[in-house]
Each structure stands twice: as structure tokens, then as C-alpha cells.
């Protein structure tokens, strides 16, 4: 679809600056992925035993933030905060450029990056990540070598990267991962420009979010995983508010059986929502980021706890990602600044009708079980 077309149908916020509220386009993506995946889910006899998903935001260790790294080491970033994610058994990120010391940067693009794929991608496993997504505005920045390298070096520490691939149905397959007896399937998309990094059936790329798309996928990954959780990264970077379109995708994904969506790219938090069965975090902000960003000075880490197929608890913890102050090691908020940032997000949840509760300096949203209990 011409640039100019899809700009007059769709509102996507990027690098390039903000635009108008819009509808998405349901016309055609391409053909539904068929990748290899576990057998169809059978009837359980018990409910699924509890597991911990934890998810950040956007993580980027290149740009301004090489000299630091090169200095004190790619495990730095993760130490103040690797308890928190060791509580989860998996463990989710935005991975934003690729991990390459090949490839051609792309021409006309204002910010571009890369990281060290030997340095990065152990680090990453070390501090238990083990899926992240690949769908966004910076994973072809490269090109292709540069996404088929950052491909190896995750595989190869045995991270599952999601939303980006050889083909638009390779981008679009979700990965399967296992959390004791559980299957959770994620699916990761962009909706963010430039247009030439979304994948098409025959050319390598990232996971363009059509809801046809969006829905197809989660109702195919539902019949074969006990939870589904979709990525987005889109919305308007530095904005809290929303667009229309996050709130009409999110709540695709939800009404085809997702049980959380995890939104990202505008480098700061924006609201939550419980929707249906669903939780929505349209945006979990900056992790670890190599810049010098005034915005994007507060953030979280989300703990969802999952108990016969839902969340039951969602724990958003504050951190403090200024790296004028933390040099590019996230650590936990406390005291006024921790209790600001978490009023703050819960005024912008009860916009979504959804009430947040103050716990041990943490945001807090506790759902009941089927049954009430």
C-alpha cells in the first residue's frame, strides 16, 4: 500500500512525528503463517499451576551508552534489577536494533542502531530473558544481515526472537514457550514507519499489525496455547495518551482470546486496562536505553502472574531509568519519587475504567478467579 494511502487510513506515531487518530485497514496482509507448533491444546482434568511472566520496556545498549558498556561490562545494565526478573519464569523485552557487527545501515533514517551480538545476547540470557521482540522501528536497521544476525545470536543463547523474519509469515509466527506444564504463545507487531521494514510473503521484515492479521493469529495461537500475549509497538513516542487504533487493537487481541497485550516505542508508561479477561499495558516505557532521553526518565518492570490461563495479579514496579542519574542501569524507585510514579500511572489507568492499588510501593491490580475466589 502507497505511504500516502495508508496515512489517510491509519494513524501510526513514529520517529516521524505525530498524526491524527485513525481506523485501522483490514484489507490484505498476506496469508496466515503456518509455522511448526505444539499439537492442539486437549481438555485439562486440573487448572493450570500458577507462573510468573515478567515484561519491560524497550531495551537498546548501543548509541550513547557504548563507551559505559565497553567500560563496565554488558551485565551491568540488568544487576540492580535481575531479582525482579528472576522471579518470573519467563521473561519479555522490546529489543530495539540489532545485534550485528555486519550489515549496511539503512540510508535517509535519522536515528539508527546496533549493539555487539556477542556481548549483548549473553547478557540478555543471563539476566533470564528468553523471548523478545524483534517488531519494531529499528530491528532492519542493518537491513537484512543485520536481522538474520541478530536471529543467530539470540537462538544461539537460546533467546526466542518474535515479530520480525525472512518472510512475512516467518514475522507474523508466534513462538511457543513452556512455563511448567503451560504453553504461553507470543505474537510481536509493529505499527510504527519506516514502511520498507515490514515484511511481505517474499521479503524479509517485521510483523506489520493489521487487525485481520492481529486477529487471525491470536485465534490460531489460542487453539494451541493454554495463554496468548501480544506485543504492539506503536502510539506516539513522549505521549502518554493514546491513539485509537492501540485502544481497537488491544482489544482485538483480547476479544480472539489473548490474555495480556504489551504495548511499546513510546518510551514512557502509559495506561493499563483491564478489558474482559484481558490486561492491557499499552506502553511499558524505557528498560535499558542507550540515551540521554529527558522524556524518558521513569518506567517499570510488570511481574504478571497467571494462574488457569488468566492473570490474576499484575505488579508494576517503578524504576528510574534517567540515565543522567543511573548511567544506564535501571534501579528501583523508592520513597515520594517511587509513590509518584505509581499515582501517576494509576491516574492514567482510572481514564481506562481501571483501579490500581498501592502495594510495597508498587502498582497493583488483582483479579478474581472464575469463581469468584
Not at 155 to 182: D, S
Not at 351 to 362: Q, V
Request: net charge neutral.
Amino acid at each position: 500500500m502507497h505511504l500516502t494511502r495508508l496515512l489517510s487510513r491509519l494513524c501510526l506515531c513514529a520517529f516521524l512525528g505525530g498524526c491524527a487518530t485513525g481506523s485501522l485497514p483490514t484489507g490484505p496482509a498476506g496469508e496466515s503463517p503456518q509455522p511448526s507448533a505444539p499439537p492442539a491444546r486437549t481438555a485439562r482434568a486440573a487448572p493450570l499451576a500458577e507462573f510468573r511472566v515478567a515484561a519491560v520496556g524497550d531495551i537498546m545498549l548501543g548509541g550513547t551508552a557504548t563507551p559505559e558498556l565497553q567500560k563496565l561490562g554488558y551485565d551491568y545494565p540488568f544487576e540492580r534489577v535481575r531479582n525482579i526478573l528472576k522471579q518470573a519464569q519467563i521473561v519479555f523485552g522490546n529489543l530495539e536494533g540489532p545485534l550485528t557487527d555486519g550489515g549496511e545501515p539503512i540510508q535517509n533514517k535519522k536515528y539508527i542502531f546496533r549493539s555487539p551480538p556477542d556481548k549483548v545476547a549473553p547478557a540478555l540470557a543471563r539476566s533470564g530473558f528468553n523471548v523478545v521482540s524483534l517488531a519494531n522501528n529499528h530491528s532492519m536497521d542493518y537491513g537484512v544481515q543485520g536481522l538474520e544476525d541478530t536471529r543467530a545470536a539470540l537462538e544461539k543463547n537460546r533467546i526466542r526472537p518474535v515479530g520480525a523474519g525472512k518472510n512475512l509469515a516467518e514475522a507474523r509466527a508466534p513462538v511457543y514457550m513452556k512455563a511448567g506444564p503451560a504453553t504461553v504463545a507470543f505474537l510481536a507487531y509493529s505499527l510504527t514507519f519506516p514502511e520498507e521494514f515490514w515484511a511481505a510473503p517474499d521479503k524479509p521484515g517485521t510483523a506489520f499489525g493489521h487487525e485481520d492479521s492481529v486477529r487471525a493469529d491470536v485465534a490460531a495461537a489460542r487453539k494451541k496455547a493454554d495463554v496468548v500475549i501480544v506485543s504492539f509497538h506503536w502510539g506516539q513516542e513522549g505521549k502518554t495518551e493514546l491513539r485509537d487504533y492501540q485502544v481497537q487493537l488491544a482489544h482485538a487481541a483480547i476479544d480472539e482470546g489473548a490474555a495480556a497485550v504489551l504495548g511499546h516505542h513510546p518510551h514512557v508508561v502509559q495506561a493499563v486496562e483491564h478489558y474482559k479477561d484481558g490486561v492491557i499495558l499499552y506502553s511499558l516505557g524505557n528498560f535499558t536505553f542507550g540515551s540521554y532521553s529527558k522524556a524518558a526518565t521513569r518506567s517499570v518492570i510488570a511481574l504478571l502472574t497467571f494462574r488457569d490461563g488468566r492473570v490474576r495479579e499484575l505488579r508494576l514496579t517503578p524504576i528510574d531509568v534517567n540515565n543522567v542519574e543511573v548511567v544506564f542501569q535501571p534501579r528501583l524507585l523508592i520513597g515520594p519519587d517511587a509513590a509518584q510514579e505509581v499515582e501517576e500511572i494509576g491516574q492514567l489507568s482510572r481514564e481506562r475504567g481501571t483501579a490500581l492499588e498501592t502495594r510495597d510501593a508498587a502498582a497493583v491490580l488483582t483479579l478474581a478467579d472464575r469463581s469468584g475466589t
